[in-house]
């Protein structure tokens, strides 16, 4: 059958791309928006939300005209927030989840309360390790995670309401959950798929959310407490970014047609597994390597300079003319979630003996836009985005590749679950945008008619 399948799909695959295909012109003709992005950049509006914003660029006169970028949580600016919980010594993602998913920040009683409840909510239902991750492994954690989300429904004895009440307790299950899905998903791949012994760990209580990733994902349980506050920094950092990014836009459309919570996070975990979008620090890492096998002296600019312009023309590493881990759809002077990991980031590298690796990072942070505005003869501003920094960091708290995707699906379930109740509670209308029909009308044509 596979042989039958393969001939039929080969037979017809570059007809139907000739008689299926849209130009480019019926885009501009028809003034039609890809990508849902207006001419200058900026996003079509598609809603409104009090969750989450960014600010990459303001208008002036009409023209769009590049800041410094500013990401905020329910107001409060990201920077802030992180200052905020660290100048008190405090780990910051649980405050975090309150204040995106409750709207406020909470007082130390509600804090504490709220963490303790996150701790008595990690544990997976009995018999889902063994049920749902054990007997059906997955080589792509992120595939397992959806899986497991959706899986997820058939242990919950209210799946489908949709109240205020319950949206707030699926969420708080399913941010408190998946970490230990990650875990348990990454030791059981480890066993089956790269021949390593399984070792499963518990959810510990008393640990911080990043604590408890860490000693989960570790055979021996062992972390550091500076690697610890460095996830915990990681995971702040990409919690929440906006209403307009493709996963939180995947999970209000799926959330707009009034199904469960389970369908529609799994809809934003298929999203965020895209290399476009939370692919792509994995991208960065892969072009590091390249840069580092093919550039002979790191510290030499005129070299490094040369290979980022055979980059930017096609001429080496994937062939992609990209940078990865340069450039944002919004942010355009700088990205605030790169500018405070990169200052972590270089603190943890000198402790790891790894600032060789570090100074070219941000050797190439620097050269790639005076490079690139050379080479493509284009004045567009652009600058580091969280990307860039957030692999490196990984790859220095040991946490392997195919990690990287599910770190952030980990910390952005707490975005994607407040637009979820913000869309399911106040939204009112189901999603359904319009696409322009391309094609002619034309009559149908008889069977018998066909081959003449």
Not at 71 to 98: C, K, P, S, V
Not at 125 to 151: C, V
Request: aromatic share 8%; proline share 4%.
């Amino acid at each position: 059958m596979s042989e039958r399948l393969d001939s039929f799909v080969n037979k017809i695959c570059a007809g139907y791309i000739e008689k299926n295909k849209i130009d480019a012109e019926h885009y501009e003709k028809l003034r039609v928006f890809r990508g849902l992005r207006n001419p200058d950049g900026t996003g079509v509006l598609a809603g409104l939300t009090r969750v989450g914003s960014v600010q990459g660029a303001v208008l002036v006169d009409g023209e769009r005209v590049p800041v410094e970028g500013k990401l905020f949580y329910r107001g409060i600016e990201i920077r802030d927030l992180i200052q905020g919980f660290m100048n008190e010594g405090r780990y910051g993602f649980a405050e975090t989840i309150y204040l995106t998913l409750m709207g406020d920040l909470p007082t130390s009683a509600q804090l504490e309360e709220f963490s303790e409840l996150l701790d008595d909510l990690r544990q997976l239902p009995d018999g889902f390790t063994e049920d749902m991750i054990i007997r059906a492994p997955s080589k792509d954690i992120m595939n397992k995670i959806a899986r497991s989300i959706l899986a997820l429904y058939s242990y919950d004895p209210n799946p489908d309401d949709c109240s205020p009440q319950n949206l707030i307790r699926q969420s708080l299950e399913l941010i408190a959950r998946i970490p230990t899905i990650v875990g348990h998903a990454y030791a059981v791949k480890r066993h089956y798929f790269d021949n390593y012994s399984l070792v499963l760990h518990r959810p510990k209580l008393g640990h911080a959310l990043a604590e408890d990733l860490l000693y989960m994902l570790r055979p021996d349980g062992h972390f550091t407490n500076d690697e610890a506050r460095m996830l915990d920094l990681c995971l702040v950092l990409h919690a929440e970014h906006g209403g307009g990014n493709n996963s939180a836009f995947a999970t209000r459309v799926v959330s707009s047609s009034g199904t469960d919570t389970y369908s529609a996070l799994a809809a934003a975990i298929g999203s965020l597994k895209g290399p476009r979008h939370g692919g792509a620090n994995n991208k960065v890492v892969a072009m590091l390597k390249d840069i580092m096998e093919n550039v002979s002296n790191w510290q030499n600019r005129d070299e490094l300079s040369a290979y980022i312009a055979k980059l930017i023309r096609k001429e080496a590493g994937d062939r992609s003319g990209l940078i990865y881990g340069m450039g944002h759809a919004v942010y355009t002077l700088s990205d605030p979630r790169a500018i405070v990991l990169k200052e972590f980031a270089r603190k943890l590298a000198s402790a790891r003996a790894m600032l060789a690796e570090y100074e070219l990072i941000e050797a190439v942070e620097e050269l790639t836009p005076k490079i690139f505005a050379e080479v493509k003869n284009d004045t567009k501003v652009i600058s580091a985005n969280v990307d860039l920094y957030s692999g490196f960091v990984y790859s220095m708290l040991n946490i392997p590749t195919e990690l990287y995707t599910p770190m952030f699906a980990i910390s952005r379930m707490v975005g994607w679950c407040s637009h979820r109740i913000e869309e399911a509670v106040f939204g009112g209308r189901i999603i359904r945008p319009a696409y322009r029909p391309v094609t002619k009308e034309r009559n149908y044509v008889p069977l018998s008619e066909r081959d003449l």
